[in-house]
Each structure stands twice: as C-alpha cells, then as structure tokens.
C-alpha cells in the first residue's frame, strides 16, 4: 500500500496550515484517496469547520463541489464505492459548473465503475472524459484512470483491447516519450499473454526492454525505472513459462521479485513468488519451490491482506502439497480454498445487488434530470412561439385593420367573407398545432413504454440473477437461466428501440451483433469460439419480427453451447445473408452434430417447440442438417420479415 512519503507528508502539512481556508479545501480536494486517508485524522475538525462555513454562509457552489469530492475519495479509500458514486453524481449534476469540476467528477465516477465491475458505464463515463479531456486546464492534475483498452481489456475482449491500445498510441502519438511507448509496448504484451499468444507477446516486451535499456534517467528516478525494466523480463519470463520455457522464465521472474520488494510493490512480488513455486515445481525441486512458497506466505500476512491474494496462495499451497505426494495436507488446502472462494462468491454477489442498485438510482436520476431539462426547453420553446405569435398577431390586425377599412369603401360583402377566412385560418392553424403536440407527446411516451419494458425486464432478469445464484448445482439452475437469456433477448429489442431514432424499427444486422454479444457473454466461460457474419446492409426489421427472430438465435445458440461440444471446444458460426426473395440465418457448429434418428419436425423439448412456434410466426422454414457438425438454417421470405 501506497502513502504519502515522509517528506511530501510534510510539505503538504506546511502549505495547509499557512493556506486560506479556501486553499485548505483545494490542497485537501486534490490529494489521493489513500494520501487522503492518511492525513485526514489530523485535518478532520478543521475540515467540519469549513464545510458548516459554506453550506450555512456562503452556499458557494465550488466549496460543495470540493467537499464532494473529499468525501468521495474518503469513500473510496474505505472501499465504499458505492457512496462514491453518489457524491460524484450529485456534485456533477448540482455544484459542477465548468470543464474542470465535470472532469473531476467524472474521474471518481469511472473509478467506482470500474472498482463495482460496471465496465459499461465506465465505458460511457470514459467518452465523455475523452471528449472534455483536451479542453481541462494544464493547472488540473487528475488520473485519467482506465483507459477504453483497459476497459475492453477488463471485459475480456482482448482481441478489441488490442485494436483500441494501437488507435490510442496513434493518437497520443508520444514517439518522444520513452516512458509512453514502453507502457505501450508492455500493454499490448500482457493483452497477448492473457490470449496465451506467447511468441507475439514477448515480441513486445523485448521491444520495451531494449527502448529502456538506452533511457537516461537522473538518480531520483532510479529506482522507478529499475521496477519498471523488471516488470518487463517479469512479463517476458511468463510468455517463456507459458511456452514451457521453465530455465529461461526463472532468472527473468527472480530479477521482477528482487525490485518488486524493493520498490514495494509487493502484489507484483507475490505473483511472481507464485509463478517460481510453479516453476520448481516442474523441475521437481520441491524444497526450493517451498522457499518461494514460504516468502508469498509471509507478504500474505506482513504486506497484503485482500482476499484475492490469500484465495491464489491457498490454491499455490495445494497444488505444492499435491506434486510433494501429501495429498491430505494437499486435500486441506483446497478445502480452505473452496471455503474461502465460496464466501468471497457470496461476498461479490451481495455486493452485485448493492451496485446493481446504485446504477439503477443513479440511471433513475439522470432520466429525471433529462427529463427536467426537456420541460424547461419546452417551456422557453413555447414561450418564443407566443412572443412571435403575438407580434404576428399584432402586425396581423393592423393588416386587417387597412383591409376592413378598404372592404368596408368597396363592399360590405366583400368584408363578411374575409372576415370568415380569417376565422378560418386561425382554426386551422389551432389545429395544426395541436396535431403537432400531440404527435410529438405521442413519440415522447412510446420512447418511454420501451425504455420502462427494457427496465422491466432488466429488473426480472437481476431477481433471475438473485435465484441462480441460491439454485447453484439444482436441476432449476439451467431452466431459469434459459429463462433469463430469452428475457434478456426481448429486453435487448426494446433497448434499441428507445435508443433509435425511430422507434419502430431497428437495423437488423446491429440487432443481431449484440444479441450475439449478449448471448455469449451471459454463458459459462469456455473455448468455444463464436464468429459471426452479417450481411444485410441497412436493412430494418419492427418489433413484431425482431423479437421472435431473436429468441430463435438465442434458442439455436444456446443449444449448440449445451449439446454439441462435449469435449468443451469448438467454434459456432452464425451468417446471415439474403437472395432475391429470402433472407437466410444460418447457425451452424463443427461438433457431435444430430443425432441419427434425429428429424427436424420432431419437437420434443421446449426449446424446439419454441423455435418452431416463432419459425411460424415470421412464416419461416427450419432445415436442420448434419455437415461436418450440425446446421439449422432459417429462410424467410423478405417482404414478411424487412420494412
């Protein structure tokens, strides 16, 4: 753990108490979380002090601002991300008022989003950050936090991850920067490590050892780039062991522990204590692969105290005992390991539900302020409408004053039937305008049924979430999450269609994507590889078609993850392509394939039923064959299925 030094502690101290009670509140607001937590204790009165200034005397709108952000980083300090979201949230929508205070705002936010596992709103959080980033002033010293490959990366979408690290480098474009294009260099290593692509990933850390070994550094900053050489050959040493390389992975992780303890990095240290246990291991040293053991035992208890690291210890520990042949000290760990990754699953789950909720208050919140700003919109709208109304009205009735007067000299009928005309108008332009409001509150209310059924759903499928996890291993555990991926489908159609400006069709080859996306990433982890390819141009489909069209995908693909892999890899392959007259889907997997007595219209489990029952409903035909694994192709006719 990270703390103010004992010479920047003092620094701080000297410039807080010479300070305005304004500075006081800045020079506390940017301090870290954890430098926070350590100073707080002493500032805490004086702090109280001020804050009870500002919100009874002066109500001033940065001071709160600032406070929230004390508070905010105090929250995250004690892990309580989810006080933090709030504070963030409150200060950005009540007390921010320029570029720098959304920043600060926002950074806190992507933060707790990425602290409560919600990488889709750190996602978003981290666009807008992308777009007010150029316009911060140079005085503002904030951590930009993870960047959109760290969050793709964090997803486990490495292959994008990739993609978005080399878009990033381009645009940062730091070639004068050693310090950047190392971290680069070690960035796009680990993602390739993770992918297991040993030979690519130590490409990229040689290339960031050799730009470091010609850095010039002054002595201050030594020890910094000593860790950082290391980490590398500590990065390159896991792409040799990953490659069964254990000689030349154990000089490389020895030099990484070596400047981990020096620079006190000791989760770094802990790792690569457990990876040379690993190492030993394999060469069948059992005692030296103890002594490594014995030293990520002791940063256990002395330096690291998250439970992370005590459940890879537990597991390093029985996997120790078993190669030593002490299966029953081998046996015990692994209890304890079940014990305690079964508590910390119980642990993230309650915390699950706590930020499932935080999001949902904080969504509810930004609808409501949207909401509030398209009243006060409409209201100045309107407003403007009546001031040029009443000024045409006013030029209007001198008009029609000349005109009466003029009438009245030439022909009293003549008068009478531009008098009715006139009524006329007027009739009709109340009627047009009344036409429009109610179209456009019309439009208003039906983005609103979409967005309230998607939420609707999105809060049946987290009460699915909640029972899944009590049903863990009964027979209910595959019929209620069957349930949930077929709520999640429909959920998914009605999010697109509030998020579109249409809100009666979206585009089919988009809706499809994600709904692949979502099907993939809501099942278990495995090495079953799903591809797609969509080509249908901008072609849109209504809500009629697109939710029994998704339900089938999700049953087919379901299927196939459940059925035809049982040798747990393999890859499925979903097309969609169109003819002159039909639109062909086809879902089609390299496993066991059908069996032989299989026929296509023999529907014996409700999924089966289900797709041939929304088959029917798009007048779709369903072939299933048997080619190089199995096959179910989908062909309906265009003019039923696009608008």
Not at 121 to 145: C, D, F, H, Q, T
């Amino acid at each position: 753990m990270f703390c103010l030094s004992q010479n920047r502690n003092e620094k701080f101290f000297d410039a807080y108490k010479q300070a305005d009670l304004k500075t006081k509140v800045k020079l506390v607001a940017a301090l870290s979380p954890t430098e926070l937590k350590n100073v707080y204790p002493e500032i805490k009165d004086t702090l109280e002090m001020i804050k009870n200034l500002i919100y009874f005397k002066s109500q001033s709108k940065e001071g709160k601002l600032l406070f929230d952000i004390i508070e905010a980083n105090l929250a995250t300090s004690e892990n309580n991300y989810a006080k933090a979201l709030f504070l963030a949230e409150n200060s950005l929508h009540n007390h921010a008022t320029n570029v720098n205070d959304s920043l600060m705002c926002y950074s806190i936010l992507k933060n707790s989003f990425v602290k409560v596992r919600n990488f889709i709103k750190a996602s978003e959080v981290n666009s807008k950050m992308e777009k007010l980033w150029p316009r911060k002033s140079s005085s503002l010293e904030i951590p930009y936090g993870i960047t959109k490959s760290g969050i793709y990366a964090s997803l486990g979408f490495l292959d994008q991850a990739i993609k978005e690290r080399h878009i990033e480098f381009k645009k940062l474009n730091p070639v004068n920067d050693t310090d950047k294009v190392a971290s680069y260099y070690n960035d796009i290593g680990v993602y390739y490590n993770f992918q297991k692509k040993s030979d690519s990933a130590a490409v990229y850390f040689l290339k960031g050892q050799e730009l470091l070994s010609h850095k010039k550094y002054p002595e201050d900053k030594k020890k910094h780039y000593e860790f950082f050489k290391a980490l590398l050959k500590g990065n390159l040493g896991l792409s040799y062991y990953n490659k069964g390389e254990v000689e030349r992975t154990i000089p490389l992780i020895k030099e990484d522990i070596y400047y981990s303890l020096k620079n006190e990095r000791y989760e770094s240290a802990f790792n690569s204590y457990l990876l040379m246990v690993q190492c030993y291991l394999k060469k069948q040293k059992i005692d030296v692969a103890r002594k490594y053991l014995d030293s990520a035992e002791q940063l256990i208890n002395t330096n690291l105290h998250e439970l992370t690291p005590r459940l890879n210890l537990l597991f390093g520990q029985s996997e120790f005992y078993q190669a030593a042949g002490d299966y029953k000290t081998s046996n015990n760990y692994y209890q304890k390991y079940f014990n305690l990754r079964d508590s910390l699953s119980q642990l993230e789950k309650e915390q699950d539900l706590q930020n499932t909720e935080v999001v949902f208050k904080i969504e509810q919140k930004e609808e409501e302020l949207r909401e509030k700003t398209r009243i006060i919109e409409q209201k100045k709208l309107n407003e403007a409408r009546q001031k040029i109304f009443r000024a045409y009205a006013l030029v209007g009735i001198l008009i029609l004053f000349a005109i009466i007067f003029i009438l009245i000299l030439n022909n009293y009928h003549s008068k009478k039937r531009a008098k009715e005309l006139y009524q006329t108008n007027e009739k009709i332009n109340l009627q047009n305008s009344q036409i429009e409001q109610s179209l456009r509150e019309k439009e208003v209310l039906l983005m609103e049924i979409h967005h309230r059924v998607k939420n609707n759903l999105q809060i049946i499928t987290s009460m699915l979430s909640l029972q899944i996890g009590k049903e863990d291993g009964s027979p209910s555990e595959p019929i209620l999450r069957e349930a949930k991926q077929r709520i999640d489908a429909i959920a998914l159609t009605h999010q697109m269609l509030y998020q579109n400006e249409n809100l009666s069709n979206i585009l089919i080859g988009e809706y499809i994507q994600k709904l692949i996306r979502q099907i993939e990433y809501s099942l278990p982890a495995s090495n079953i590889k799903l591809v797609s390819e969509i080509k249908t141009g901008d072609r849109k489909i209504n809500i009629d078609n697109a939710v029994p069209l998704g339900l089938i995908i999700n049953e087919l693909l379901t299927n196939a993850y459940k059925h035809a892999f049982p040798q747990g890899s393999g890859e499925i392959k979903v097309s969609l392509n169109e003819n002159e007259n039909y639109c062909i889907i086809e879902v089609k997997d390299n496993g066991i394939g059908l069996p032989d007595n299989y026929k296509s219209n023999n529907k014996k489990s409700m999924g089966m039923d289900l797709i041939h029952i929304l088959a029917e409903q798009v007048d779709a035909t369903v072939l299933a064959q048997n080619l190089n694994g199995t096959s179910f192709t989908l062909t309906i006719p265009k003019n039923k299925l696009f608008s």
